[in-house]
């Protein structure tokens, strides 16, 4: 079984700076990905950012970075130059083998003030 | 990219009363769809697997009798909540597999909110 940690309940960043949701994982499996959900108010889920466990880099898509510590399996997100948008629920989640399966996290809610 | 559509985006029903949740891939043709719950600031929860053309696989403490799904196209999954209760209120969302290999996206569709009054 797969299990997710997300300790920050909820996050303040102002405009413009970056911010670092946190996530931990712990799974026996050799081979899984991990992902980064933004949920708004509306529901939707949004697809962030995607590492798989046997990529040696950290995956970025735009102002998303992950910060992969497979030693101590962590998998945070950097969000870079904050934007009010970024208002939302975020959820880290976890899937292995080839499987769509998520096991998500408790998730984080951040909020951009001005 | 790919879409996932579901509908209705929100229902109210009364007590006693079904209530059935459509799941739709709009452009590609999707084999596995997962079912998810999620109550109000909690996580989503896996409820269920559904596979085309056989039976949906349930996660442990999820009632099937309860939480009817039905896979009967390669673009559509339905969840039906049988003779609900006001526990049952909740925001139900599912996410299509396409079949190919694990590419890094999954494809969720926009969520669906039940109330049960």
């Known amino acids: 079984a797969q299990k997710i940690t997300q300790t920050q309940p909820g996050m303040f960043v102002q405009e413009k700076e970056a911010v670092t949701l946190d996530c931990t994982y712990d799974t026996s499996d050799q081979s899984y990905g991990l992902f980064w959900y933004k949920q708004p108010s509306s529901g939707e889920m949004i697809f962030l950012i995607y590492?798989?466990?046997?990529?040696?880099q950290n995956a970025t898509e735009g102002r998303y970075s992950l910060n992969f510590q497979k030693a101590r399996k962590s998998a945070n997100l950097v969000i870079s130059a904050s934007q009010l948008g970024d208002s939302a629920m975020y959820f880290c989640?976890?899937?292995?083998?080839?499987?769509?399966?998520?096991?998500f996290g408790t998730g984080t809610r951040l909020q951009v003030t001005l | 990219g790919a879409v996932v559509s579901q509908h209705p985006s929100w229902v109210i029903c009364k007590s006693g009363t079904s209530v059935k949740i459509e799941c739709r891939s709009l452009?590609?043709?999707?084999?596995?769809m997962f079912w998810y719950r999620q109550f109000p600031k909690q996580s989503l929860m896996l409820m269920a697997t559904s596979n085309e053309g056989s039976k949906a696989t349930y996660e442990q403490g999820v009632e099937k009798d309860k939480f009817l799904i039905n896979h009967a196209s390669l673009t559509l999954s339905t969840l039906t909540v049988t003779s609900a209760h006001p526990e049952d209120s909740s925001f139900y969302i599912c996410?299509?597999?396409?079949?190919?290999?694990?590419?890094?996206?999954?494809?969720f569709g926009e969520g669906s909110r039940l109330t049960v009054l």
């Open positions: 989640a976890v899937n292995t083998g080839t499987a769509s399966k998520l096991t």
């Open positions: 996410s299509a597999e396409s079949g190919q290999e694990n590419t890094g996206e999954l494809f």
């Open positions: 452009d590609f043709q999707a084999t596995t």
């Open positions: 590492q798989g466990s046997y990529d040696e």
